[in-house]
């Protein structure tokens, strides 16, 4: 690349990052590069070295006299040290075209044509009209508006295509749960590429955009596990984790057998494979159910709290279609006067999470240990918040979703804390 050419690509990226680039702008503040003797927009301008500073000159007279750009000197240093250059905004395009660059706003509009081409409502795509689909034809309408892209799109058009060609598939009402090496060499017959250049892309849409995420704060952490659950991802195959007196007959792809838990006292597993051959659950014997949110909090609690006849079963946070098909099936074969619990962090998050299970599984269920006065005897190990957490908690504490949790929302931020489960290990 010539001196030219990178004169042009730095000022045209000043220029996409202004406000002239987003037609927001009513002044005619200059897009420039400063340069002089102490230059932090073109350190290659080095007023000690009279070669590489001519060069530049060079390509600033060239570029001067083509129309692209002007320029001025430092005062006193005329002809010998320049003192900023800028870009002339009617010459956009043609700045584009000699720095043998796509225009941003063309390429971002491609992206946006793209999205709208998988994505839209009409009839031909609507199949694929879910949470997915809504998140990316949101982002169409706000690069429409902005000519921006969102983080987890890329000015790579390979990348972005990638992505796209990714969520199509996942959109799918009927895309069953999938290790994400499969899914990589199926779609770009490479079993690592999604990992290497889309996981990361993946997990921000999924974290900005899913309905059980958009509202949480950023400091609440979601695991990777989670994120991928959401889309029917997975690194590896899940193991749902329970304890208590059940028993499980299985169909005949699992030679037909019944299998009784209640003798794995220690905790039982299961592959989440074998759920869809789950025929039917006894859980007559069992008196109370309770999930829990945090594994190391399972472990301990089924090793010295758990009773005889309760079920006990490690949620792990947001469940994902398939664990919550697994949770049904339990639950169902449960008589319907048991009282099912939920103990989890006392934040937005694992309020959301109690919500979650109280929708898709169980809807009378109770919270344990997630009220108020838990908060406050547990202060000595609670952790602060900030403004941006406490308007979350004020929206939360309007919501009819919440009212079951609106004392301990008031004294959340009566106090300024919140709780994680891990606490109670202390």
Sequence with gaps: MNEESVLLSELLGKYEKSAHYRETSQSSRRVLLKLGPKSKDLPAYDVENSDAREKIHQAVYALKKGGWIDYKWEKFEEGNILSEIWLILDRVDDAYRLAGRIPKKEQVMRTADRIHQLFSSSEENSAVKNWIA?????????????????????????????????????????????????VSLTLFRDSKRLERDLLSKIKTFARKNHPDFTDLPAEENISEEELLGALNLYRNPEIYEFCGPVRIHFSNSCSGMTVDFAALTKGAALHASNVPDITSVNGETVTSVLFIENRTNYEEYITNTRSESELVIYHGGFHNPSKRDFFRKLIAGIAPDVRIYHWGDIDLGGMRIFLQIQKDIAPKLIPRHMDPETLLSMHTYAVSFGSEYEKMLLAARKDEKFKIFYDLIDGMLENKIRLEQEAFLA
């Excluded at 000015?155 to 796209?164: A, H, M, S």
Aim: glycine share 4%; net charge negative; hydrophobic share 35%.
């Design 134 to 182: 809504e998140g990316l034809l949101r982002a169409e309408e706000k690069i429409r508006r902005t000519y921006e892209l969102p983080s987890y799109l890329s000015e790579d058009t390979n990348i972005t295509e990638g992505f796209l060609t990714c969520m199509k598939s996942l959109a799918n009402p009927e895309a069953q749960p999938a290790s994400l090496r499969i």
